[in-house]
């Protein structure tokens, strides 16, 4: 958030010396009035040391003023432990980072046998602009003849919304497991989004959210600061419909990511914290949704300067990479 208080200015006008040369003119000032110090020349050892004695702890005590207590004194202004102490003081809490999870599809080669997947098989991307993100299986599961493929749980190895991946990014397996023909993350495959550790200014957004609270009432503020609180939503990423879209007494959220496609699994954990615990208002119908999509054909044409030069091992990677920067527009990478 951008900051344009100038609080030297506020402490200056105020009458208040706060650079070096005004502090020292103004000490000077005070020696002549005073007359307690003979020689304040600047060839005079012992003014020197006045001066270095006074000067440094004063400006010391000026910047921690002006850097530490002043601008921490508001929720605006205020920065890291004293976002937290504000937070409390509203009751809230800085969200953790957390790890995403969800199912990844590993299907056989053949129906006909027994396929076992170790606990801790590693499920990774292609580099995505440098970086390569990686899933475990949360535990050993023994695909049973008969069936061609299965969902297993899987874990990101690293917290952070960078793990939220769209679908068909997760397809690579490091390390081959017999019978195993291919992997991949399929649609509505994210269970939980990863998150990275709340930063001060989504604090400092539901810190406000707070103050509108006050009120008896479920209004967009009570259910905008339930829906926050779940892991992978900031406040600004919640859109209400009003005016009965269901029906008498009905509203609809709509949710949205800050990367990745968010699931229905996930969308039903978020439903079932606000209607079957009972986080709504008496007689309210709050139904949570995922954002809706539209899906378009985007044609890019790339232009390189001189094509000689480059490998076709090159142009592969050069428009990988294109991909993944256009995708991440999209909100299904964050990598760019």
Same mark, same amino acid.
């Given at each position: &958030? ?9 402490? %200056?006008?105020?009458? &208040? ?6 502090? %020292? ?7 002549? !009035? ?9 060839? #005079? ?25 002043? #601008?921490?004194?508001?929720? &605006?202004?205020? #920065?890291?432990?004293?976002? !937290? ?106 269970? &939980? ?74 969308? !039903? ?38 094509? #000689? ?28």
């Amino acid at each position: &958030m951008q900051n344009n208080i100038d609080f030297k200015k506020i402490l %200056r006008e105020s009458g &208040m010396p706060v650079d070096e040369q005004t502090v %020292r003119d103004t000490l000077q000032q005070a020696a002549d !009035d005073e007359k307690l110090v003979t020689n304040t020349s600047r060839m #005079s050892p012992f003014w020197r040391i006045v001066q270095l004695l006074v000067i440094k702890p004063y400006l010391w005590i000026v910047d921690a003023l002006l850097n530490n207590v002043i #601008s921490n004194l508001f929720l &605006m202004t205020a #920065s890291g432990p004293f976002v !937290d102490l504000f937070a409390a003081a509203l009751k809230l809490t800085r969200k953790s980072a957390t790890r995403a999870a969800g199912k990844i599809t590993f299907t056989k080669a053949s129906p006909d046998n027994n396929v076992t997947v170790p606990a801790g098989t590693l499920i990774q991307t292609e580099r995505i602009n440098g970086v390569i993100y990686t899933v475990a299986t949360d535990k050993q599961v023994v695909i049973p003849a008969g069936t061609r493929s299965a969902l297993i749980d899987a874990t990101a190895t690293d917290s952070g919304t960078a793990f939220n991946l769209a679908p068909g990014y997760y397809q690579i397996l490091p390390k081959a497991i017999d019978g195993i023909a291919s992997v991949r993350n399929d649609d509505n495959w994210l269970t &939980m989004p990863g998150a990275n550790q709340e930063n001060d200014d989504e604090l400092k957004d539901r810190c406000r959210n707070q103050f509108n609270l006050a009120g008896s009432y479920h209004t967009d503020a009570v259910y905008r600061s339930l829906i926050a609180a779940q892991a992978g939503l900031t406040i600004d990423r919640i859109f209400f419909l009003h005016d009965a879209p269901r029906g008498p007494g009905t509203a609809n959220a709509y949710l949205l990511l800050d990367t990745g496609v968010i699931s229905q699994p996930y969308i !039903d954990q978020v439903n079932d914290y606000i209607m079957s615990q009972g986080h709504h208002g008496h007689g309210d119908d709050m139904c949570c949704f995922a954002m809706p999509e539209t899906h378009h054909d985007l044609t890019v044409t790339v232009y390189v300067k001189n094509l #000689s030069n480059i490998s076709n091992d090159d142009i592969s990677h050069l428009k990988s990479g294109v991909e993944n920067l256009i995708r991440c527009a999209f909100r299904e990478n964050d990598n760019y």
